[in-house]
T-cell receptor, first 111, second 115 residues
């Protein structure tokens, strides 16, 4: 089942912060975050595993609340290079199941 | 160290023709995934293959679509008798292993346009 991302789109000025949410109706084992720039391949950002962990990557961090079946991606002091579409991918079953991606959140950072 | 290579980048076909999309995974990767992307729809899983085996094809239409990943050579996604609704970007991804903490490396995609 496809996870639900919110918001669908957001516009920020450089230096502003944003939060992108990803929620699932199923119990999650892991959540992956990817960013895709227009016309390019999605690029891996980070993985969060079951256990409620939080991870960081430069000024981009994420949390995973397995009880709520939710993950949030935090972008701090946004830069122009952060623009793109952010996808969460969820793994909700055991075994060799591929990731199911949300519809994405389009982030535009303007000067 | 080449990444995931997909070709062609753009493919134009008329209705009823066949489309063949190729994907060479990263060196050393034996797990390949195909996803289809429509505007505003995200990445929809189609099929997951390992060398010479289809592991999961639950996302692939039963008719006209097939995929293979031979012992030698790239993975191929084949669409027979294409229709306008097949127009989309098709992305291939590969991973070293399978498992919850394995990240996917994506290719640049093939944009299929059906006239």
């Amino acid at each position: 089942q496809q996870p639900v991302q919110s918001p669908q789109a957001v516009i920020l000025r450089e230096g502003e912060d944003a939060v992108i949410n990803c929620s699932s109706s199923k119990a999650l084992y892991s959540v992956h975050w990817y960013r895709q720039k227009h016309g390019e391949a999605p690029v891996f950002l980070m993985i969060l595993l079951k256990g409620g962990e939080q991870k960081g990557h430069d000024k981009i961090s994420a949390s995973f609340n397995e009880k709520k079946q939710q993950s949030s991606l935090y972008l701090t002091a946004s830069q122009l290079s952060y623009s793109g579409t952010y996808f969460c991918g969820t793994d909700s079953a055991s075994g060799n199941t591929p990731l199911v991606f949300g519809k994405g959140t389009r982030l535009s950072v303007i000067a | 160290n080449a990444g995931v290579m997909q070709n062609p980048r753009h493919l134009v076909r008329r209705r009823g023709q066949e489309a063949r999309l190729r994907c060479s995974p990263m060196k050393g990767h034996s797990h390949v995934y195909w996803y289809r992307q429509l505007p505003e729809e995200g990445l929809k899983f189609m099929v997951y293959l390992q060398k010479e085996n289809i592991i999961d094809e639950s996302g692939m239409p039963k008719e006209r679509f097939s995929a293979e990943f031979p012992k030698e050579g790239p993975s191929i996604l084949r669409i027979q008798q294409v229709v306008r609704g097949d127009s989309a970007a098709y992305f291939c991804a590969s991973s070293l292993m399978t498992g919850r903490n394995e990240k996917l490396f994506f290719g640049s995609g093939t944009q299929l346009s059906v006239l």
